[in-house]
Antibody, heavy 119, light 110 residues
Framework: EVQLVESGGGLIEPGGSLRLSCAASGFTFTNAWMTWVRQAPGKGLEWVGRVKSKTDGGTIDYAAPVKGRFSISRDDSKNTLYLQMNSLKTEDTAVYYC??????????WGQGTMVTVSS | QSALTQPASVSGSPGQSITISCTGTSSDIGAYNYVSWYQQYPGKAPKLMIY???NRPSGVSNRFSGSKSGNTASLTISGLQAEDEADYYCSSYTSSSTWVFGGGTKLTVL
């Protein structure tokens, strides 16, 4: 079964750090471009960042609001995607989804993990 | 990168057709055929409905179709059904090597 399962969310104080994980199964993770998308409570979807496959150069791009604070990485040996979030702000509160990129869209989504930044 | 512009809400009666628009710029929708549409029920993860402007993933009803003209993309749902009531989001690749989403449209089936 094709599946993405996120973990690592929780309650964190402003200025803190958190690392999210996304375990992939059912497809060839090594060849996949992967992204993180977030959704603040009651709000729309917001693209966070993307990592290409290593065979395509492994390039990573970020959305402006998280650039310099968030870092995406992947461990192809573990079929796992990561999102390291530093200097967290209250406006980073959201459900974080990992998704698989296909040409022209995001075809597989995880169930999401909630991150709450609050004192 | 500014969000793509979608109407906040649309509605239609069962059996009717509705169209949701998604307006961007010459740096995103107008530049690439990488527009996609997502359906999201409350508390659930989004689901890909259309990719590459006009393509439907396996398993998605052919009542869903996509198109693009200039800087505006559209999602059309024909033969509206109660189960289509959900939030819909468009997305596009951009010239900055990023992606951008629309603000979302709430579809109400009357």
């Amino acid at each position: 079964e094709v599946q993405l399962v996120e973990s690592g969310g929780g309650l964190i104080e402003p200025g803190g750090s958190l690392r999210l994980s996304c375990a992939a199964s059912g497809f060839t993770f090594t060849n996949a471009w992967m992204t993180w998308v977030r959704q603040a409570p009651g709000k729309g979807l917001e693209w966070v960042g993307r990592v290409k496959s290593k065979t395509d150069g492994g390039t990573i791009d970020y959305a402006a609001p998280v650039k310099g604070r968030f870092s995406i990485s992947r461990d192809d040996s573990k079929n796992t995607l990561y999102l390291q979030m530093n200097s967290l702000k209250t406006e980073d509160t959201a459900v974080y989804y990992c998704t698989k990129v296909r040409t022209g869209g995001f075809d597989i989504w995880g169930q999401g993990t909630m991150v709450t930044v609050s004192s | 990168q500014s969000a793509l512009t979608q109407p906040a809400s649309v509605s239609g009666s069962p059996g009717q057709s509705i169209t949701i628009s998604c307006t961007g710029t010459s740096s995103d929708i107008g530049a690439y055929n990488y527009v996609s549409w997502y359906q999201q029920y409350p508390g659930k993860a989004p689901k890909l409905m259309i990719y590459g402007v006009t393509n439907r993933p396996s398993g998605v009803s052919n009542r869903f179709s996509g198109s693009k003209s200039g800087n505006t993309a559209s999602l059309t749902i024909s033969g509206l059904q109660a189960e289509d009531e959900a939030d819909y989001y468009c997305s596009s690749y951009t010239s900055s090597s990023t992606w951008v989403f629309g603000g979302g449209t709430k579809l109400t089936v009357l």
